[in-house]
């Protein structure tokens, strides 16, 4: 086909319009049939300038024609280029070429890991104490042998770390000894029933040792409870006790002699006075227990509901009564015997509160200047809940006291009962008082107070001032009572500084080594997997020593929770 394109353009010298001619032949048996109209339209136009897709750009270059107009309706074509044989040969091969050159299509796959769906309850990665893998899958320690151990850090202070097992290798070897879920479940509740009379039994025993220690005599050395009575707000009390019982039986003796409703409302002041303290002694004895599964803060916080029940006796009993007594004085007065035996009880009964008074008073300085607080603070917070009730019921036994000694000697001077009656109602109003106080101040206590700001700031300093920690947010520090004090804190870690502490402690040969031997993205989750389980047992490492430095510089903090943010 080229060689006869050749000859033929020799041979005839034909015009660039003959040239054309000759070419759509060929194009024509190169391209098909169907595109043979669009050339001859070309052709006769007289322009290249749209060449159909089956031919590039350079040819359209290379060959084309000018129309121009000369004269009226005359063309002249004019050829800018005849291509010579050699060219005609290069167009051929053109022709014989494909139409469009196509180039291999590249495309780059990004690895991707692929997500696991863990399930609504996934226990695979789950650890379990020895305790209750025995406990909950009713193994025996010869059974936990055989499986792997994994030692892990400890959340108790006194272990630095402790032995933990898989669940799943708990649960397969439960299987494995009890045959089917079915079976270690009938066990599950043979063992309850057995918990359950073994608790039964326990009951019994120790109502058969209170009886026998009854019988026999306790020989028990002391204990922590009774020593409490010894000294701080315990022994206040105890003097308490032991003065507010002796004014209530004499103050009895003399209104039962007098009939005087101020003595009357002054024994039943010294009555309610002793119970409530011996309320509070209960709470204190209370309060110093060994905290336990069912209370894992103590008991701290028995000594504010001692006091709390405190108030509201002194309400209803002392208050009550005194007002009850002064308003059937008012309603239906009687003669007073002689005051005599009532002055001279009073009088002891003053000196005696007085003491106690002041054993409560020397006792709330002493503490106040124990905790950098002045008494007037230490009292209006209620720090010390047993010594305050002390301190509020001996003042009012003073001011009543000398209500009542008042008022009594009106009555004997003037010999209008009414006096008696309005000393009563003034000791009931004194006694409402000290209770409503009572019952506020231990209300809020007990709702979960927060230490002073200057504590907090301490704390929180503390905290900021370590390396790892970028931020401290939501701190919240509550006094649990007896110098007891939670703080809790949201705690933003630098992961830079972590993961520094982490890398500081490995061998940076063995993990250049490691990564240069990661190849395939299994290999580089396998590397990234083991690595980051450790930095997140630094960062837990970091959390436990925050922790300890908060305890060591601040005794005072008990409990420490720090959340990571």
């Known amino acids: ?76 074509h004019k050829m800018e280029k005849v291509p010579s044989f050699d060219e005609a040969e290069n167009i051929g091969a053109e022709l014989k070429a494909p139409l469009i050159k196509q180039e291999p299509l590249q495309v780059r796959v990004k690895a991707v890991l692929k997500k696991r769906e863990y399930g609504p309850k996934y226990t695979q990665n789950n650890f379990i104490t020895g305790v209750r893998a025995m406990n909950e899958f009713c193994l025996k320690s010869s059974d936990l042998e055989q499986l792997r151990k994994i030692r892990r850090r400890s959340p108790h202070e006194d272990t630095e770390s402790f032995t933990v097992y898989l669940r799943s290798d708990v649960e397969a070897k439960s299987l494995e000894v009890w045959g089917s879920p079915e079976a270690l479940a009938r066990e599950k509740k043979l063992r309850k029933e057995a918990e359950i009379e073994y608790r039964e039994r326990l009951f019994r025993n120790q109502k058969i040792l209170r009886e026998y ?89 028995m000594r504010y509901i001692a006091s709390l029940i405190s108030g509201v006796g002194i309400f209803m009993m002392g208050a009550g009564l005194s007002w009850y007594h002064g308003v059937m004085g008012l309603l239906n007065p009687q003669p007073i015997e002689s005051l005599l035996w009532a002055y001279c009880i009073l009088a002891g009964s003053l000196v005696s509160e007085g003491a106690t008074l002041l054993v409560a008073v020397n006792e709330l300085r002493r503490s106040a200047r124990a905790k950098g607080m002045s008494l007037y603070k230490y009292v209006m917070e209620s720090r010390d809940p047993s010594t ?158 925050l922790e300890k430095e908060l305890k060591k510089r601040n005794p005072e903090v008990r409990h420490v929770d720090l959340e990571i943010l």
């Open 1 to 76: 086909m080229l060689p006869g394109l050749a000859a033929a353009a020799a041979a005839h010298r034909c015009s660039w319009s003959s040239l054309c001619r000759l070419r759509l032949r060929c194009r024509a048996a190169a391209c098909g049939s169907s595109d043979l109209q669009e050339w001859q339209n070309l052709v006769t136009l007289g322009s290249f300038s749209n060449i159909v897709p089956c031919c590039t750009l350079n040819q359209v270059k290379l060959y084309s024609t000018n129309v121009q107009k000369e004269g009226q309706g005359s063309q002249t």
């Open 213 to 301: 220690r009854e019988f026999l005599g306790n020989t028990k050395p002391r204990s922590r409870t009774t020593s409490v009575f010894f000294k701080g707000p315990g022994k206040v009390v105890m003097v308490a006790i032991c003065i507010n019982g002796l004014n209530c039986f004499f103050k009895f003796l003399a209104w039962i002699y007098t009939g005087s409703a101020s003595m009357f409302s002054e024994a039943i002041h010294s009555l309610s006075d002793t119970c409530n303290q011996a309320l509070l002694a209960l709470g204190i004895s209370k309060s110093v227990q060994t905290p336990d599964p069912t209370h894992p803060y103590g008991f701290s916080n």
């Open 388 to 545: 305050n009730v002390i301190l509020l019921e001996d003042t009012a036994a003073v001011l009543g006291v000398t209500i009542a000694a008042t008022c009594m000697g009106l009555t004997s001077i003037t010999g209008n009962p009414l006096y008696d009656s309005l000393g009563s109602l003034g000791v009931g109003t004194l006694l409402g008082v000290v209770s409503a106080f009572l019952i506020y101040t231990n209300t809020e206590a007990l709702l979960g107070r927060s230490i002073q700001p200057e504590q907090v700031q301490r704390l929180t300093e503390l905290l900021e001032n370590d390396p790892s920690v970028r931020a401290i947010h939501d701190v919240k520090a509550t006094d649990l009572g007896l110098g007891k004090v939670r703080f809790k804190a949201e705690v933003d870690f630098d992961g830079r500084v972590v993961t520094r502490s982490y890398l500081e402690k490995q061998d940076f040969d063995q993990m250049l080594q490691e990564i240069q031997e990661v190849k395939t993205p299994e290999e580089l989750e396998t590397f990234m997997l083991k690595h980051g389980e450790n930095i997140i047992d630094t960062l837990g490492a970091e959390v436990d020593r």
